[in-house]
């Protein structure tokens, strides 16, 4: 058994071979040699003696953890054997395995997790004064690893595996950190392929890491936004239902709102609705009476103009129809196993536009590419509503649930991203498509089944 870290060195080839394997300078693995390896790199130089059956003492790796910050990840001896088959269940040639920032823009996240999200956040400011925090997915830190390796858009594979940080309260008995390990396919094309493949490969490897009984949850955001954009009804409610849509009960409001003819006493809604917006900032400056240099406390002229611009153009616009308005929410009620849910998708858009028989047609693709790898689909659901209390996806998402752990259910999930890169920090538009799963509720999942 190998105890000394520069034999190891040695033995995956030296210095320099080394260096090529972890994709860092020379330097840094002359560094090893006096310091011993930094935690980030223990799974894949593990991995690396493992292909090549070196049998390494576990005091290699633990006795660097001592100087290291808790946010790195922990040592592979550190893992369960769970945890280790999911991973290496993930881990293929075609898929790179990448260490991904552990300090990210909390403006970032913020901007694609929602501002729900924020007390859960560990967030801090650097010296400049940049909001940073500690990551609390993997998806957004391998976004930006894609871009600062230079690319914008060529396709790439990436696996990883780390500590995320989401805070719980006292009263919880989820821990602020825990392992994820997942994978990414960003850039090419938004292929159905690469969600099949994404999807199959955690599938997979939850049941091969033991896991009996395992429920998902599918669903398309997309199928949303077409049926909106092929109904015959007017540009400014399409809008309000898409921005409604991702808040559950505001979308309801809205829609029983839409239904009925809006009225307004205040004559400033019929007096506006004829003037540009030049004239009617003028107007509204009069009608306060404040001069022009003059500004109002809160909000400015332009702002009250537009809202009241706004208002006057509800009140001009015809209510949504009774059938139009239930033909939503049929749309949006729909849940049952993929196979019959398209079925129920086929016939309530029966004749409203060639689109949106595409998409579904593409949906049915899906699945059946699904069952041809032999995913067992029984206990599947798809679901109009999944996705709507996360603006981060853009099309197709699962989730996969243990029901053995109860209300603590969710053991991973993912889906397309598509435009997410181009939010990070792109000037351009790259597909992606990606899944993480949580290591510490796999491990729990299966130690209950186990002994159930």
């Known amino acids: 058994m190998i105890k000394e870290t520069n034999k190891i060195i040695d033995l995956l080839g030296g210095t320099g071979a080394l260096a090529k394997l972890l994709s860092v300078n020379l330097s840094a693995v002359s560094n090893y040699r006096k310091k011993g390896f930094p935690a980030r790199l223990h799974y894949k130089i593990a991995s690396l003696c493992n292909d090549r059956g070196i049998t390494v003492n576990k005091n290699i790796f633990g006795s660097a953890s001592r100087n290291i910050l808790p946010m790195d990840s922990r040592p592979i001896e550190v893992l369960s054997e769970v945890s280790i088959n999911v991973m290496e269940n993930l881990i293929s040639?075609?898929?790179?395995?990448?260490?991904?920032?552990?300090?990210?823009?909390?403006?970032?996240?913020?901007?694609?997790?929602?501002?729900?999200?924020?007390?859960?956040?560990?967030?801090?400011?650097?010296?400049?004064?940049?909001?940073?925090?500690?990551?609390?997915?993997?998806?957004?830190?391998?976004?930006?690893?894609?871009?600062?390796?230079?690319?914008?858009?060529?396709?790439?594979?990436?696996?990883?595996?780390?500590?995320?940080?989401?805070?719980?309260s006292a009263i919880s008995s989820e821990p602020n950190e825990f392992s994820q390990?997942?994978?990414?396919?960003?850039?090419?094309?938004?292929?159905?392929?690469?969600?099949?493949?994404?999807?199959?490969?955690?599938?997979?490897?939850?049941?091969?890491?033991g896991i009996k009984k395992l429920n998902v949850l599918m669903g398309d955001v997309s199928l949303f936004s077409l049926l909106i954009d092929v109904l015959d009804i007017p540009v400014i409610w399409k809008d309000q239902l898409k921005t409604k849509f991702w808040n559950d009960k505001n979308f309801k409001s809205l829609l029983d709102e839409l239904s009925i003819k809006k009225k307004f006493d205040n004559k400033l809604f019929y007096k506006i609705s004829d003037l540009d917006q030049e004239t009617a900032e003028i107007f509204v400056r009069d009608t306060i009476g404040l001069s022009e240099k003059q500004s109002p406390v809160g909000r400015s002229i332009k702002e009250i103009t537009e809202r009241l611009m706004k208002k006057s153009k509800e009140i001009n616009t015809e209510p949504l129809s009774r059938s139009t308005a239930n033909l939503i929410r049929d749309f949006l009620s729909i849940s049952d196993t993929p196979s019959k849910a398209i079925k129920k998708l086929k016939s309530i858009s029966k004749n409203i536009d060639s689109?949106?028989?595409?998409?579904?047609?593409?949906?049915?693709?899906?699945?059946?590419?699904?069952?041809?790898?032999?995913?067992?689909?029984?206990?599947?659901?798809?679901?109009?509503?999944?996705?709507?209390?996360?603006?981060?996806?853009?099309?197709?998402?699962?989730?996969?649930?243990?029901p053995i752990l109860g209300d603590k259910s969710n053991v991973g999930g993912g889906g397309r991203y598509d435009d997410l890169i181009k939010s990070v920090s792109s000037d351009v538009d790259i597909p992606a498509v990606g899944a993480a799963l949580n290591l510490e509720r796999i491990e729990k999942a299966i130690s209950k089944e186990s002994s159930s």
């Open 355 to 402: 689109k949106l028989d595409s998409k579904i047609d593409i949906m049915n693709e899906r699945v059946d590419k699904m069952m041809n790898l032999k995913i067992d689909l029984k206990d599947s659901i798809f679901s109009l509503e999944k996705g709507r209390t996360v603006e981060y996806y853009t099309g197709f998402l699962f989730d996969y649930s243990c």
């Open 181 to 209: 390990a997942g994978l990414e396919s960003i850039g090419g094309d938004s292929s159905l392929d690469s969600e099949v493949e994404i999807f199959f490969r955690t599938y997979n490897s939850l049941r091969q890491a």
């Open 93 to 168: 040639e075609e898929f790179e395995l990448i260490d991904p920032p552990v300090l990210v823009s909390a403006d970032k996240v913020l901007d694609r997790l929602g501002e729900n999200i924020a007390d859960r956040l560990y967030i801090f400011s650097d010296p400049a004064g940049t909001r940073l925090c500690l990551r609390p997915d993997l998806t957004i830190p391998t976004c930006i690893h894609y871009l600062n390796s230079g690319f914008r858009g060529e396709k790439r594979n990436y696996a990883y595996h780390g500590k995320v940080f989401q805070f719980n």
